[in-house]
């Protein structure tokens, strides 16, 4: 649903569609996923302006990035384990709320004495205390803040194992790449004040941001092969599209995949 949503926005806008394969997490990875994923968006007529741009290929650029913010110090090695992070928030008092990600405390900050004798396992970036809130305003939510200090705290730009972070990544990507609208599900909107805080690191421009509504399972959480999500049927793709654009409040539209996705171009919001 998030690639119809981003195609259709680029259309509205004069703009270029592009795809990126985010494939960082290599292990996790299933091999001829990706071509599959491609051969199914261009099914659908989804098929990309530009090169498609792989991400585990491109280590390089993200090993460049956080040079530049180790050199800069708004990165620092960190030496704590799952088991490290709970026992320091125990400590303080604190718990892990439910179905989220643990606030790190802090404990590997040089000002707080940094590795102290600890192997360096992890890169973290070192949340400014200014702005206290990341305020922006999303073109499909609307306006959102968050404290990322609070809320997150340091968060990794480079995992234990040496693979590359989510956050670190696609921000250097959507530098490179020129993106300037960003259209994804709902679920990644927490990591968009992640993200401006590091563009503005990198001293690189913040896109648009529209996350779109997500397909949920019966048991309300989003939709994936472990809750019941079926396989994309390629032998009727305007059918698929049109149950994604029903997701997103376009009407039911008929013809060849070419003509359902003009009259969707046409009623898409084209303000922003």
Known sequence: MAALASWLDARAHGGRWIVRLEDVDTPRCVPGADHLILRQLAACGLVS????????????????????????????PC???????????????????????AVYPGTCRPENGGLQGKSPRAWRFAVPPEP??????????????????????????????GLWAYQLAVVVDDAAQGISHVVRGEDLADNTPRQILLQQALGLPTPRYRH????????????????????????DPVSTLNRAAARLSLP?????????????????????
Request: neutral net charge; charged residues 20%.
């Open 49 to 76: 302006d530009e090169p498609v741009v792989w991400q585990s290929q491109r280590g390089v650029l993200y090993q460049q990035a956080l040079d530049r913010l180790i050199a800069s110090g708004q990165a620092y």
């Open 252 to 272: 039911a539209a008929a013809g060849g995949v070419a003509d359902v996705l003009q009259r969707w171009t046409a009623s898409w919001p084209h303000g922003d």
């Open 212 to 235: 779109t509504p997500l397909v949920l399972g019966m048991n309300g959480e989003k939709l994936s092969k472990q809750n019941g999500a079926q396989a994309l049927d390629l032998a």
């Open 79 to 101: 030496g704590c384990s799952r088991k490290d992070i709970e026992a320091a928030l125990q400590a303080q008092g604190l718990q892990r709320e439910r179905h989220h990600a």
């Open 132 to 161: 206290a809130l990341v305020n922006w305003t999303d073109l499909r939510l609307g306006p959102k803040t968050q404290n990322v200090a609070t809320e997150v705290g340091d968060f990794i730009l480079k995992r234990a194992d």
